[in-house]
């Protein structure tokens, strides 16, 4: 349990910067959620290309076969570290609000929030940064050229590839919403019907899209001919996009968000992304009790009031730090968790509405992609990005073979209406023209004296309690296989209620957690997550996709 001792003692702890900068893994490294997309990275890998061509490889090859999760028509986070210079960089490819956005634009006449609206067709999505993000990358990053990197994507869309399982499902779940969208039903729907595993399906638009961009870079997306088409189209359908809303995207480099955990260097992502800040208040309170002398059952208290207390201050003060005023230094600070853990009692849940309400119900669902990525240099990657909702706005310029997002819903539509992932905010998420929205896409980063590790999930608002875990599990001796597969639980303040896999607390947890007041509710397995752990000592690098997915791993 906390004493005083632990507090001082987790904060005495001084951050290490192990990332062995000596040492090399002597390994290539791909873990993704698709086998194709795996393979594609390390073909690129085999090619004499670096983790970060792997990585442009992997993304681009996921538009292609996993287009309900990511694509060109989204856009996400790239956490990269260089092994030459040791630096970490944060790319943020998140889209932006087109310039005609406002803040009620979901809004009717009477200031309800119209059902659907920033969910579905072209006036739910975003500015595109995947392929600014890509491009950047290559540039910067690479060893290869982009035609090289965008080689495997460009193959898997023009000769297609069968269909799996999980496609299968993706199709059969959306078939209404993308029964609205012509361009996008002709290509998924084998006349008009959901084609059997098994089919190889062919992206012939979609190929020529990555084509042009192989052979004229970004400029080939985000003007002339392609951006006409697609502004055309989403002005058409109702959307609002402006070929100067694509010509004026840009990728941000960020800082990314370093913290520590008991001697863990942990390094994640910084806002527009909501994950970081909340993963590593969570750990900063956790930080001062001595968990390992803990029961388990007093363990999954502590880490379940944890997560209750880190995910009260996201809705209320993130945002787009180029909008936003945000008092990251307060949430971070060991004084502020310090705080929180006297109001976290050692025998009771605390009512979730004893504090501020800011959240809501927030359901989670299967799209969106992360990546992890080792070369045999060091080099890394970690990457979360999405379209957002399955098959994103459902919408696809035709001749592009490009779905669009509907990131705009990651937007605050109205204070204190639940988007579609049930979370609420304030003005700090406002819509504003050329803001980006929160995220909670966090791919991660952790350093100890023992090895590095990669992880990231998608997930909706629970990705942030699914990496703290996997982040715990690391701390406690685990490798890539054992933090994608320990069995998850989730509180998120409101609803207050814990969220648990089967198997996540043994019976006697169940009702020594009911006892103290918490309400449980088992759910179906959730997340998608990939890693990779380098071990320093063995030299071993392992690499592991999500046992509850179709995604592979592969270690050279
Ligand atoms: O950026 C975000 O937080 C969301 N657009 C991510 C969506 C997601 O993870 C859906 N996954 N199941």
Redesign the pocket.
């Known amino acids: 349990m906390k004493t005083r001792l632990g507090v001082l003692l987790g904060l005495l702890i001084l951050p290490l910067t192990s990332s062995a900068a000596s040492l090399k893994p002597g390994h290539d490294a791909v873990a993704s959620a698709q086998p194709f997309a795996t393979k594609a990275g390390m073909q690129v890998l085999a090619e004499g290309g670096n983790a970060f061509d792997a990585a442009v490889a992997v993304s681009a090859a996921l538009a292609v076969v996993e287009p309900y999760s990511s694509g060109i028509g989204g856009g996400g986070f790239w956490l990269l570290h260089d092994a030459k210079t040791g630096k970490d960089v944060m790319v943020d490819g998140r889209e932006y609000a087109p310039a005609a956005a406002t803040a009620t634009m979901y809004q009717d006449k009477n200031g309800n929030v119209i059902p659907g609206a920033s969910l579905n067709g072209p006036l739910s999505a975003g500015i595109p940064g995947e392929v600014a993000a890509l491009a950047y990358i290559n540039r910067h990053y690479g060893k290869l050229s982009l035609a090289q990197d965008l080689a495997p994507a460009i193959k898997l869309a023009r000769d297609g590839f069968p269909l799996d399982r999980m496609f299968h499902a993706m199709l059969q779940s959306r078939e209404q919403k993308l029964k609205q969208w012509p361009a996008a039903w002709k290509v998924f729907y084998l006349d008009g019907q959901v084609p059997p595993s098994g089919y190889v399906l062919k992206q012939p638009n979609l190929a020529r899209t990555l084509e042009l961009i192989a052979r004229h870079g970004p400029a080939a997306f985000y003007t002339g001919k392609l951006a006409e088409e697609m502004v055309n189209a989403v002005r058409a359908n109702g959307g609002i996009w402006s070929l100067a809303d694509l010509r004026d995207y840009q990728v941000k480099l960020r800082a990314p968000l370093s913290g520590e955990y008991r001697g863990m260097r942990i390094v994640t992502v910084s806002p527009p992304s909501s994950g970081g800040i909340v993963m590593l208040e969570a750990l900063n309170i956790l930080s001062g009790y001595d968990l390992a002398a803990d029961s388990a059952l007093m363990q999954k208290h502590l880490i379940i009031e944890a997560m209750r207390f880190a995910y009260r201050d996201r809705a209320e003060y993130l945002g787009d730090p180029d909008f936003v005023k945000m008092p990251l230094a307060r949430l971070l600070s060991p004084y502020y968790a310090a705080g929180l853990r006297t109001a976290i009692l050692p025998d009771r849940a605390t009512p979730s509405s004893d504090l501020a309400p800011v959240t809501a119900e927030a359901p989670?669902?299967?799209?969106?992609t992360s990546i992890a990525v080792m070369d045999k240099d060091g080099d890394m990657v970690g990457a979360t990005f999405?379209v957002?909702?399955r098959f994103g706005s459902g919408f696809m310029p035709p001749h592009t073979g490009v779905i669009l997002n509907d990131?705009m819903d990651?937007f605050v539509s109205k204070p204190g209406v639940p988007n579609g992932?049930g979370l609420v905010g304030n003005s700090a998420n406002a819509i504003a023209p050329h803001k980006r929205p929160l995220?909670?896409?966090m791919p991660t980063f952790l350093y100890t004296k023992r090895g590095l590790a990669i992880l990231g999930t998608?997930?909706?608002s629970r990705?942030i309690s699914m990496v703290l875990l996997g982040t715990l599990d690391y701390f406690n001796g685990g490798d890539a296989q054992s933090i994608v597969s320990i069995p998850r639980y989730h509180m998120q303040y409101l609803p207050d209620t814990v969220f648990y896999e089967p198997g996540a607390f043994t019976k006697d947890e169940i009702t020594g957690l009911e006892k103290m007041g918490y309400t449980l509710r088992e759910t179906h397995p959730y997340g998608n997550m990939q890693s990779i752990t380098w071990d320093y000592r063995t030299g071993k690098v392992r690499a592991a996709a999500d046992p509850r997915d179709v995604g592979t791993a592969e270690v050279q």
């Open positions: 989670e669902s299967r799209h969106t999405t957002n909702f990131e990651d992932f995220s909670s896409m998608p997930g909706g990705i």
